[in-house]
């Protein structure tokens, strides 16, 4: 059974203060792995696909890197505004369903 | 382009009774995925449909069901309510390409008083 956990489950940050959140899983055989962002009350909001083991993608003050165990959400310089929860997620070996992790809630105080 | 839109945005029903959500997932896209999103279980998935079949379930119970119309947008309807059915349903839609990321909606808020 594929499973997700991310870790840890609240991260508290200073304005510039710069963290990483982690995501491992355990499947049979990677299909990809999605990072989404998800606002209070809002649908999960999607962020990067990362596909194979030291694959790297980025976007504005975040980075997603890929292991062959874990993926990174690497956030540098936080704003405010990137408060909101994080979520990591696989595909099944059919696609038909995603399995997220519970998320990381990330909170950035000015 | 407009994005997977879900509606009631939020569906206030007491137990016994019977919800219906909706769905209208992105231009192009053909299959619709449902979850739910109950407080302390992150997402769980429900329901696939693609090209109007249902393609797979997640664990839940029989009265959780739904369809998809020819027009692609999709129906999730869930019977007998019950006090643990409150959650944030959500739904989302991707290309017929399974390795594309699925966008969400934001979601219809059901509270079972």
């Known amino acids: 059974e594929d499973q997700v956990t991310q870790s840890p489950e609240a991260l508290r940050l200073q304005e510039g203060e710069s963290s990483s959140l982690n995501c491992s899983y355990t499947?049979?055989?990677?299909?990809?792995l999605f990072w989404y962002r998800q606002d209070p009350g809002k649908g999960p909001e999607f962020l990067f696909t990362?596909?194979?083991a030291g694959e790297e993608k980025e976007k504005e003050r975040l980075k997603a890197t890929l292991t062959k165990k874990e993926s990174f959400l690497h956030i540098t310089a936080p704003k405010p505004e990137d408060s909101a929860t994080y979520l990591c997620a696989v595909p099944n070996s059919g696609y038909s369903t995603l399995t997220f992790g519970k998320g990381t809630m990330l909170l950035v105080s000015p | 382009e407009a994005g997977v839109t879900q509606s009631p945005t939020h569906l206030i029903k007491t137990r016994g009774q019977q919800a219906t959500l909706r769905c209208s997932p992105i231009?192009?896209?053909?299959?619709v995925y449902w979850y739910q999103q109950a407080l302390g279980l992150g997402l769980q998935f429900l329901l696939w449909y693609d090209e109007g079949e249902e393609r797979n379930r997640g664990n839940f119970p029989p009265r959780f069901s739904g369809r998809q119309f020819p027009n692609y947008s999709s129906e999730l309807n869930v019977n007998a309510l019950e006090l643990e059915d409150s959650a944030l349903y959500l739904c989302?839609?991707?290309?017929?390409?399974?390795?594309?990321?699925?966008?969400f909606g934001d979601g219809t808020r059901l509270s079972i008083l």
């Open positions: 231009s192009g896209h053909t299959s």
């Open positions: 990362l596909y194979s």
């Open positions: 989302a839609s991707t290309s017929r390409s399974g390795d594309q990321p699925q966008h």
């Open positions: 499947v049979s055989g990677l299909r990809g």
